[in-house]
């Protein structure tokens, strides 16, 4: 590979931002170019440990002319306008998750990014987890012959502040958007949603509304079945597991153990550790594979990147899933 | 125990019917007394091995004054009459689900079995099944907390007989009857139902307008979440798993293993045999247990029998399922 | 099957005995004749709950002329003389291990067995049990390739009283000897033997000068290598493993899960029940299977029975284990 | 920590080299200073890769003054004089196992060793791997009680080339002396070994009277039973597992996973992918944690590095494994 390293210019140091810094500057493909945080201490901090310049000004970055491709992990209401000026700029885009809290508005930037023919990722990371993707390739090798049924168990381990629980767009876009496009990794084409919530335990979703335990039913194209349990809380750990079942067998994932060892007592055997504590243990590969495939698709190459129009379909599915808690019936959708 | 043992009379010798005269005859505390089919060949036979007299007419067993107690394992549609003729006769019941296809017929029947105060049973064996029966006693004593969410993975090995399909009354009342039985054994109070169901693989169950596939999600009066994931077929063997979360921890129910052997080679590692053919292995001590309870419910001591209002409640969820899915919504449910 | 079941005349009516005494009632192919037990109520009892008839003298079972074949399962000093007067009188003979604790008792015994033509198997139920024999078909059919080393793990639940490990033989010829029967049920031709043991734990045993663990390695004339890991107490439960490695993979015989259920919680997850109790559990369906194989044997039909040369193979390993163990160089045995 | 990384000094920059390389780079707590090979492009493309002045002569580096500890990495004959010459000028030393081939040597070189003070760890990171020190803290913290019997399964992917093993001292100095470690990892006071070899399918290995197979069993001065089983082949890759069986329980040592994916099919259910490749893939970690414990070592702090002693007293059950194979007897040893 004689490919100059793509030069990233990185929005938001928060705890996801920090992992993309990492990532960044442990691969060969990438450097830090710069990083911006409207806390500058938390960008200097970032381009101290991992190189570029920092800026209090994520529009200086953009324009500044020293980075080849964007790098979004800032809070989700400046998603929108970023992407926009980072399209303007005609530079390649990495957005966390979701795009948008209000389809509305990620309907309003769709045709800038799909008429500027910029790259734009969005970060669902889990898609480049090396069990999950190997579970769809497999599927799609004809392993368990036709996909009938996904289950996908997701867990938190626990429940999120109060005050964030305000501003995360409730359980399905903040949390659920993930099974959401992990489900349409298997089955892309989703045309019914069905959900139901509940506040079992957690005070601070039951005073916003929102859901702490909910389980969702799609229906693919294809009459494929999918089904996701969460919850905000998780006892054992990280709960993140998944079942491919077809007409010929089925595939697994397990939660990822912490430990090889086990304990046998006379009152129970073959005991282990709890799983991992979250997901900066469980996807740590995850992301730096996430951003592999970005510099691939910042490059013009094949890339497994996930698209501005998967970011948009999760946020529709996220939005049906609330339809449907609140008008117990199923809703139908057009991810066209 | 100085317990006479109980004088059966069974009425039906198919496969359940055979399951029962073989517990009964290996039960210290039940004897085979009559046995009735109206195919006479098949009386005969189980009588023959199992002991007792032999009759085409199910009526002449219930009026013979040599049984104890009946144990129904005919049709479905015989099953309103015969426990109906056998309450009037002041005979303890054991009858296999459901109770009929029409809860009309159920509500029927129902005032006479209340007011007579003969003991009527209903088979649901799975409660009887020591893994299953272990997780419920281990949750209500606490070792998980508070039950939030149960998930039932229920796969039969193969689709029945068309012909079946088309007077089984769908998958509902005939296959998912014993989870939501066993989702009530959890969490009596369900509320609320929803179902998503397709015909995916079968044909004849496409021809009568049935479902292969399904998915159902319960609502409890405690806000609980349920979740019963059933298919007609299953490459990998019986499906038959259970997980109740909790706020402390998970209890889970593995599918029984059929072999201790397993094998490690360059290409796969811990590969076990196929799990087991169907529900004659997976729950035959379950049926044993079931029986014995039903001994101790004839008898007047106490017993974990189910009940017929637990028969009739089985049957409002199926229906209620069958609702849910024709018209894409959820549906309420009042059990009291 | 045609066949006329095979009167069986049963010797001795303790554990063992008892066991074989409800197989024997319960298969479609034996019926117990006679029982005989000096301590007369033992030999009452059984008979008043299988079948049989009572007696206090084993030699009137054998001359009785109402049974076709002998079990014997009375105390190892009594072996040799009721085989050699079943043999005597023409009576095919199932004893249980060992056939005595003195190999030149056993030499002494060997030529009558050899000559009178009659078939004489020795008790070895492990090679019947199906785990283990499946294990042993996999291997012969070339699935792990070559063996090239075999590992048994084998540790009794608890030490057994002080006054029977003083007429027990010791540990190898009481404990390990079905160990050294099952290495030879992978591998016949064992030429060398090296064992090491230690009193860890047990009064009884250091009272003795017996050993409560031990480790003993066996070469075959092959070259493949056996382990054998003993202990007199598991606090796990009964603990009973065997792993076959080839050149092409291994295979490997788990310990038999008590449930189906497993517990996680926030300090260990995947937790089980412990294991079985002991023998009389797992290896209750080898029992069954061992006496259809003799069935067989006595009839003359093709049987997998283990012979008296097994027998005495098992004895002259164990007493090269010892000897090994007290002088602390390996052994060369030849079991021609 | 406000300590300045120790300067490195690596000597050998083959395949072990090179991960410690790559460690002491990453390492905040270390730097590569100098690096060594007589095949100096090896030394030259290291240190470009992960910093520090490469030269072709140990020597040189040991005289540097620009080091402060030096890493022996280099093939095994050149490990005393390298040690020798390192203790001389003061230098902390971490060597690669073993010390040496001869133990003569070894003895020859310990009073220098010893009475220079200077630190001196030898290389057995399997110590250092998270899961086998998990089981020997939570061994010394009492949770199965007194230590019984351990057991060590140890096996290679492949034999190594032909004239490897001519040079490698056999397989008990090459490959078992991890294990003896191990063993002496939690029962240091080992006093008798036996051991039994075979040449079972490596041409190379019979070509060199040396084994491909071999089982080794140690006893502790406490009474402790180590059984060791090795081979120099594994289908389903690199097989390493450890049991410590005590009192009170057992704990247990897994292979790693390589996937968190498992298959069923109408064939097999909950099969996986193979186990890790070797070595360098299983005790990554370790490699790193072994580093870190000994810049504690050179710096003076409290550190967990094995030994000099602990190099030597693997070597001496190594000669005595050797000994007692050739002799077919029990070798006390005296570790002093």
Same mark, same amino acid.
């Given at each position: 590979m004689t490919n100059t390293p793509i030069r990233m210019g990185l929005i938001g140091t928060g705890r996801i931002g920090q992992v993309h810094a990492a990532n960044i500057a442990a691969?060969?493909?990438?450097? %830090?170019a710069w990083v911006a945080d409207p806390m500058i201490e938390g960008a200097r901090a970032v381009a101290a440990q991992f190189g570029g310049t920092a800026t209090a000004v994520a529009h200086d970055l953009v324009a500044?002319?020293?980075?080849?491709a964007v790098l979004i992990a800032s809070p989700t209401p400046t998603h929108v306008d970023l992407i926009a000026a980072s399209v303007d700029a005609g530079l390649p885009v990495l957005c966390?998750?979701?795009?948008?809290?209000d389809i509305a508005r990620v309907d309003a930037l769709a045709p800038k990014v799909r008429d500027s023919g910029v790259p734009v990722a969005i970060?669902?990371?889990?898609?480049?987890d090396p069990a999950f993707a190997s579970v769809r390739a497999r599927v799609a090798a004809g392993e368990?012959?036709? %996909?009938?049924q996904l289950t996908i168990i997701s867990r938190d381990p626990a429940a999120p502040p109060a005050d964030y629980v305000g501003v995360s767009g409730g359980i399905f876009r903040d949390m659920t958007i993930h099974d959401f496009d992990m489900a349409r990794f298997f089955?892309?084409?989703?045309v019914e949603v069905h959900a139901t919530g509940g506040a079992l335990f957690d005070a601070g979703v039951q005073a916003h509304g929102d859901f702490d335990s909910a389980v969702t039913t799609l229906r693919a194209a294809s009459g494929a079945q999918v089904t996701i349990i969460n919850s905000r809380h998780s006892a054992i750990g990280y709960d993140q597991r998944l079942e491919a079942f077809g007409a010929g067998g089925m595939l697994q994932v397990a939660n990822a153990p912490t430990s090889l060892v086990s304990l046998s007592t006379a009152s129970v055997v073959e005991a282990r550790a709890p799983y991992q504590a979250f997901f900066l243990q469980r996807y740590a590969e995850a992301y730096a594979l996430e951003l592999s495939a970005f510099v691939r698709l910042a490059r013009g190459e094949k890339s497994e990147s996930s698209t501005f129009a998967d970011g948009r379909a999760a946020l529709v599915l996220a939005d049906a899933a609330r339809q449907s808690a609140d008008e117990g019936r199923s809703i139908s959708v057009d991810l066209g």
């Open positions: 691969s060969p493909d990438a450097t %830090l500044s002319g020293e980075v080849d966390e998750k979701p795009i948008d809290l970060g669902f990371n889990r898609r480049f368990i012959g036709r %996909l009938e089955l892309p084409e989703i």
